[in-house]
């Protein structure tokens, strides 16, 4: 192995022995170094040699000494022996000896040693040639002794011991001629011959050397490298042997006729046997009875595929059978000869349960993901088709090409709501169950029914025959809506109205758009009378686009002044004076003029901006209710209309209360009308809110009493001060059949309830004394005033005290109700008779 640094041939101290040593001054360290560039070659030109272990240094460098020792008595025998006495072969001895014992020095380091070793080997090959005379054979023994200083595996002490020759030869042989080289031969010629020979002897050492290190690093590295490789295989082995030892998989091998030969604890766990019950056994007493007769052919099979993968049933040491994938490897030698089996065994019987629990959950999800699609295309109270699909269907039978038209049927319940509000959603849903049952029964198995939501319905006719069969379809569902549903102890009677918007592809409408056309035109049949079906036109989108229009414009109507109230006189007819006003609001529109509450009441309710109205009315009553006591009237009663919607919010009473406070009212002296219909709508929400206006002192009125659904039992539980009878029930009062009429049972009722009782639209003396005679409290109609303004009730007030007895009419004069623009009155917030 080559030293860390490149050794040098000569230098003043710190030369490396090439043992990873620093070495003390060397023998010739006191000359000075040559100029770097040519030690540097030289240095290049010198084997590195090696650093030697301390035991394999010391046996060589014993051995030089035992050399060095020989010599000695050589040396010191061969003087004697060329006539030399005892003293002298002593002292030409002595050198060898002296140089012997300082290499023996233990405190010297291993190249400081080394180094007197070489030179004491080189001393005394040249006191040989001195007592030889200089002849010739006797210099072969420096040519011996040279490669004796090549032990050390550096080359300080050759380069020393060739120095030496090279001193020894050049100084003594000028010097001593007869101490180098014979007489009678040229100094010059034999010192060439010499040194030639030294050179050539110390290149061939030093190429010999250079050779011998390289073949030697080579097997080094070789050795080193194959080292390392057994070691990591032997790393690797010992991993695998691991693994193969903590695995819970079953490991064993079997030689080429089957039988157990490694077994390793994994295989213990899984099939139960011990290592030493199992070895030697044949690998078929491993596989379950119903498998065996396959083990043979699958081990013949591995001479050609080399490894097998199979699952098969394997027993266990109890008798249990488990499954087990089997994965099985040939074992060949380097021949490629097969030796023997690997098998690694694996228990799969709980990927087996989870792939048929993964098998069963998938078909689970199969079966949900198709009732979820069931689910996002149809309705599921029903089972219709509900929107999604119901626009698939349309858009496909617009993109159709084909003649003839179709028909989109959109269906709309008329009494729902009140079934819905009164008895419940158990009830509703019954309801929308039954009819959609038989909405289906009406229709051909090609057409769609849908629910779109609520009481929608429709009916896609992909083909019909001309308008007659839709609207004999129109008919069939009408008439299939109307039959009674029974709901328990209930029955129903819920009508439709039909709209429908003719389908043609070549119009270029999508789905939407036909969809909003049956939508318009069901709209439009409602406003007929309801229970029928209408047929779109454009023009009926033109009264949509208006109705829009409209309610866009209530919007701003509140705030920016476009509202009025007038006053209808409500009489006493006890004493005949006026004890109270209904407020009745109007619409100035500044590019309309006035719009009756028949025309705005309904869209202000469908928009919302009913509550604006509501809250509107309120303040402007009350602050008129205020100026009128300012004006020193007499105390009066204001009853203003609240709509359905505003008494399902629940805050009427804080409204009322902010709105009297505002004006510096009594609340007490306000009335609230409400009709039959709120109270039953919101029947719960309508209660709660009645009570808490009831609690400020205000008045509580049910008005247009007995259109409506109210129960006996439901007055009895509401808050409610006053009944308004309605005007068509006054209108059939004559003076002669006043006690068996439906008013009279009503006032009958309300007297019996402790309610006061009003008449509205009283206009005829004829119908006045009948409600006197029936014993009705109050009256308001056209027979005592039209609603007027805040300043005619000033001065209808101020010009009597009393209201002057109503002139009765010639049989020829017309009735106030046929000189009236239209109806004065609706069930609304704030309407007017």
Not at 79 to 92: C, D, F, M, T
Not at 216 to 225: G, I, K
Request: glycine share 10%; hydrophobic share 45%.
């Amino acid at each position: 192995m080559r030293d860390e640094t490149e050794s040098t041939a000569v230098g003043t101290t710190g030369v490396r022995a090439g043992d990873g040593t620093t070495d003390g001054p060397s023998a010739i360290g006191s000359v000075d170094p040559p100029p770097p560039g040519l030690l540097a070659r030289a240095a290049r030109a010198l084997p590195c040699g090696r650093h030697l272990p301390d035991e394999q240094w010391q046996q060589h460098h014993r051995f030089v000494l035992r050399t060095l020792a020989a010599l000695t008595v050589a040396v010191a025998g061969y003087a004697l022996v060329a006539g030399h006495s005892v003293l002298g072969a002593g002292g030409l001895a002595a050198p060898v000896a002296a140089l012997g014992t300082v290499a023996a020095l233990p405190f010297l380091t291993r190249g400081e040693r080394a180094n007197v070793a070489a030179v004491g080997l080189m001393t005394a090959a040249a006191v040989v040639v001195h007592v030889s005379g200089g002849r010739t054979e006797a210099h072969f023994l420096f040519f011996a002794l040279l490669p004796l200083a090549a032990l050390y595996a550096t080359p300080v002490p050759f380069v020393l011991a060739v120095g030496f020759v090279a001193l020894h030869h050049a100084v003594l042989g000028s010097l001593v001629h007869g101490s180098v080289f014979m007489h009678g031969q040229s100094v010059a010629q034999m010192a060439l011959l010499h040194a030639v020979l030294i050179l050539l002897e110390s290149w061939a050492c030093f190429v010999a050397w250079r050779h011998f290190e390289d073949r030697r690093e080579l097997v080094e590295r070789l050795v080193s490298e194959r080292t390392a490789e057994l070691w990591a295989q032997r790393d690797e082995l010992v991993r695998l042997a691991a693994v193969v030892q903590c695995t819970d998989d079953a490991v064993f091998t079997a030689g080429p006729d089957g039988r157990i030969e490694t077994w390793n604890p994994g295989a213990e766990r899984l099939y139960g046997h011990a290592a030493a019950d199992v070895l030697g056994r044949h690998v078929r007493t491993l596989v379950a009875p119903s498998g065996q007769q396959l083990v043979g052919p699958a081990l013949d099979s591995l001479h050609e595929v080399g490894s097998l993968r199979v699952e098969r049933l394997h027993r266990r040491r109890d008798g249990s059978v488990f499954p087990a994938l089997l994965t099985v490897s040939a074992i060949r030698d380097d021949d490629g000869a097969l030796t023997g089996h690997a098998a690694i065994v694996r228990d799969v019987t709980e990927q087996k349960r989870a792939q048929a629990e993964a098998v069963s959950a998938a078909e689970r999800l199969r079966e949900q993901a198709g009732e979820l699609t069931r689910l996002a295309l149809h309705d599921s109270l029903t089972g219709l088709a509900n929107r999604v699909l119901l626009r698939d269907r349309l858009g496909a039978v617009l993109s159709a090409r084909r003649t003839g038209p179709g028909a989109v049927l959109l269906l709309d319940l008329d009494d729902f709501k009140a079934v819905n509000d009164v008895h419940g959603h158990g009830a509703g849903d019954a309801v929308l169950t039954a009819v959609a049952s038989r909405l289906r029964s009406c229709v051909r198995p090609e057409d769609t029914v849908a629910r779109l939501g609520g009481d929608e319905f429709v009916v896609l006719v992909p083909a019909a025959h001309g308008r007659d069969e839709v609207g004999a379809v129109a008919g069939r569902l009408i008439a299939a809506a109307n039959a009674p549903v029974s709901w328990g102890p209930e029955t129903f009677e819920v009508g439709c109205s039909i709209g429908i918007a003719l389908v043609d592809p070549a119009d270029g409408r999508d789905p939407d758009e036909v969809l909003s056309d049956a939508d318009i035109a069901m709209y439009a049949a409602k406003a007929a009378g309801r229970n029928r079906f209408a047929v779109f036109e454009p023009a009926m989108r033109e009264h949509v686009v208006a109705q829009t229009q409209l309610a866009r414009d209530l919007r701003t109507a509140a705030g920016s002044g476009q509202f009025s109230l007038l006053y209808q006189p409500q009489v006493d007819l006890r004493s005949g004076r006026v004890t109270g006003v209904e407020a009745l609001a109007r619409w100035h529109h500044p590019a309309r003029g006035l719009v009756l509450p028949d025309t705005f009441i309904p869209v202000a309710e469908s928009t919302g901006t009913v509550d604006l109205i509501d809250d509107w009315a309120l303040a402007e009553a009350c602050r008129q209710l205020a100026a009128w006591d300012a004006a020193g009237l007499p105390r009066l009663r204001v009853a203003v209309n609240i709509s359905a919607h505003r008494l399902a919010r629940g805050d009427l009473a804080p409204s009322v209360g902010s709105s009297a406070r505002a004006a510096g009212i009594d609340p007490g002296r306000l009335e609230i009308e409400v009709t039959e219909t709120a109270t039953t709508s919101c029947a719960d929400e309508a209660a709660r809110t009645l009570q808490e206006v009831r609690a400020l002192g205000v008045s509580i009125a049910i008005d247009d009493f007995g259109t409506g659904h109210s129960s006996f039992g439901r007055l009895r539980v509401l808050p409610v001060d006053r009944l308004k009878i309605d005007r068509s029930f006054i209108a059939t009062l004559d003076g002669r059949a006043g006690a068996g009429s439906i008013a009279g049972a009503m006032v009958a009722m309300g007297r019996s309830l402790g309610l006061d009782v009003v008449a509205e639209g009283v206009e005829t003396a004829e119908q006045l004394d009948a409600l006197r005679a029936l014993g009705c409290n109050a009256v308001q109609g056209w027979l005592f005033g039209r609603p007027m303004g805040a300043g005619e009730i000033d001065s209808l007030l101020r010009s009597s005290s009393r209201v002057p007895a109503p002139r009765r009419r010639s049989p020829d004069q017309p009735t106030g109700r046929s000189s009236r623009p239209g109806r004065e009155r609706v069930d609304l917030p704030a309407a007017g008779e």
